[in-house]
């Protein structure tokens, strides 16, 4: 795998992280004043309603805070087995989103302010993401996702709900041809406001397979 692809596979592995942060705690009811449309599982068909879908976004973005466990699969075609890392995710609205790997290597994604800084051993690297345009409209749909925004998500994403709020999936294909040259799709699927995993279908094949475990005690 060539630097420049090994690169871009670990900044979407950050964002894979990032993306399912904020919504991603402990399965319980939904916060107060949240929608409750489309509360029994499978009874809504394959695409939702809108209710179900902007009840499904108001839920994630009650979030404020989050710190859960993770483990993490890529699956490479240059490789007869995935890469598997673990650790915990951290997110503190509007932005900061952090990404600790603890096996098997000690490693600590930060992205604030557009800047992604990653720590590994006593180096320190940033990324600015102004240096990769075609995942600037990705992230921004994530925290578009993240604030409960359906219109600045559908800019990029084709939308589709499929089940209800008891148990749901999320699949984004883009619409924009720029996001659509690095990914083919993105799956996220949970129960309420707890996202359980998300998987990422980049363009070139490969793909990241990311489960949320419990939340971390304070």
């Known amino acids: 795998m060539?630097?420049?692809?090994?690169?871009?596979s670990g900044l979407l592995a950050a964002i894979?992280?990032?993306a399912c942060l904020?919504?991603?705690?402990?399965v319980g009811a939904p916060p107060p004043g949240a929608s409750t449309a489309g509360a029994s599982a499978g009874n809504q068909p394959a695409g939702g309603s809108q209710a179900d879908l902007d009840g499904l976004m108001s839920l994630l973005a009650q979030r404020k805070h989050g710190h859960v466990t993770y483990?993490?699969?890529h699956f490479l075609a240059v490789l007869d087995r995935p890469l598997e890392s673990s650790g915990e995710l951290l997110y503190d609205a509007p932005d900061r989103l952090e990404k600790r790997t603890l096996h098997p290597k000690p490693e600590t994604l930060i992205l604030e302010n557009?800047?992604?800084?990653?720590?590994?051993?006593?180096h320190t690297y940033v990324l600015a993401l102004r240096d990769y345009p075609q995942i600037v409209p990705l992230i921004d749909s994530i925290r578009a996702t993240l604030a409960g925004d359906r219109a600045s998500l559908e800019q990029f994403f084709k939308v589709t709900l499929?089940?209800?709020?008891?148990?749901w999936k999320l699949l984004l294909v883009p619409s924009d041809a720029a996001v659509a040259k690095t990914i083919k799709q993105i799956r996220i699927e949970g129960r309420r406001d707890a996202i359980h995993s998300v998987e990422i279908?980049?363009?070139?094949?490969?793909?990241?397979l990311l489960?949320?475990?419990p939340e971390v005690a304070p």
Request: net charge neutral; hydrophobic share 35%.
């Open 162 to 167: 499929d089940g209800g709020l008891e148990s």
């Open 211 to 213: 489960t949320i475990g």
């Open 22 to 26: 904020a919504g991603a705690h402990a």
């Open 16 to 18: 894979a992280g990032f």
């Open 201 to 208: 279908l980049q363009a070139d094949g490969d793909r990241s």
């Open 2 to 8: 060539t630097n420049a692809k090994a690169k871009r």
């Open 71 to 73: 483990v993490e699969e």
């Open 114 to 122: 557009g800047v992604i800084t990653a720590h590994r051993g006593r």
